[in-house]
Each structure stands twice: as C-alpha cells, then as structure tokens.
C-alpha cells in the first residue's frame, strides 16, 4: 500500500536492525485518515469472506481494526492484556511472548465476544516473529470459531513470523512487508508497493 510506505519513509525511525518505531501515526499518535484508508484496503481484501468480527489485539491493532469493522459493519473485539475481575472466568485466555518487551502476557477475550459461529478477521500493527497472531488464533479456535485470514499492518518480512504462519496455510495480508531496518534504512520486500 503505497500511502502506507511513504508514511513508514517519511515518518518511521529505525530503533535498530530490528525495530520500527510508528509512534506518530500508529502506536501513540494516530493518523485517522491512513487508519480509514488501511481499514478500507482491509475491507476490500475481505468484503467476500463471510465475516462476522475482527479480532485485534490492544492497543495498537484497535485503530486500524476499528476502521475496518466500520466499512465492513461488523463488531470490533479486541483481546485484553490485563484481565479486568468483571471478566474473570468467563474468558478464553492464551499466552504471547511480546517481541518488543520481552515479556509474556496472558491476553483474554469474553467468551461473550467470540462464538463458535463467527467468522473472523485478525487483525494487528504488526508482524515480527507471529507471538500475537498465533495467541489470538488461539482464542479463536477455543471459540471454535472460523478465522478466515490475518490483516497486518506492517509485517518484518526478516523475521520468522510470516513464514511460519503462511506454511500452516493461513492467509495473511500485509499491507507493507519490510525486508530489511539495515544501515538505519527501510527497505520494502520486492513488489510490496501496490
Ligand atoms: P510478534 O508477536 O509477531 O512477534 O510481534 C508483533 C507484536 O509486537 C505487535 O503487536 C507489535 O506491538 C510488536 N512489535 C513487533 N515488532 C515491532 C516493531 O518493529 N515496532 C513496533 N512498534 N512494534 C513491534
């Protein structure tokens, strides 16, 4: 997505070989008008699956998860890190290993939220080594619900994540793949740039 690299170019920092740091338009501030047009690439890319719900992750997955469920009219869940006492008991639960903390949290959903007859869009910022997406597909094969694919942000093609998620044949659709953060620089996986 063309708007989305220019906006990773223009505004991104890299922290180091490894990490991207978006904190002026994905993961503090928020650029509501590329969120819309992320949320509507989304909805394009899905308008035919069936969905019922997207499934995101707090905090940064909200924003884009959001939009998307607007233009598509579905509700938005988004899984919990901490777990609030009113949900206790009541919860599908899983584990993720967070990349960029290098800590694992419990992350949480209501099972008043997820059902077995869903069909669902994950949704997140981003794609490192597939901790987060693969706790959330967790969750939602305890609901005994149906994901139909994975919408990401931005994905690191130079970790393992995508990989690993695109062998066990899940669909995954990056909105902007980096191949590498080398020398301070982005660089975009080949053909990455529609
Ligand atoms: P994964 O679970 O795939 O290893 O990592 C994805 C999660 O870690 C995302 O939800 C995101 O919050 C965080 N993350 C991973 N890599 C980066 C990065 O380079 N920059 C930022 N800002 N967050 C990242």
Redesign the pocket.
Known sequence: MKALQDKIVQDGKVLSD?????DSFL?HQIDPKLMQEIGQEFANRYKDAGLTKIVT?ES??IAPATMAGLILGIPVVFARKRKSLTLAGNLYSSK?H???KNETNEISVSKDFLKSDDVVLII??????????KGLLDIVGQAGATASGVGIVIE?GFQD?GKLLREKGIRIDSLAIISSLEDGKVTFAEGDSA
Do not use: C
């Open positions: 490894t990490v991207l740091k978006v993961n992750i940064s997955g993720v967070s990349f960029t997140d910022d981003f794609l490192a080594n597939g901790e987060a997406v690191k994540g």
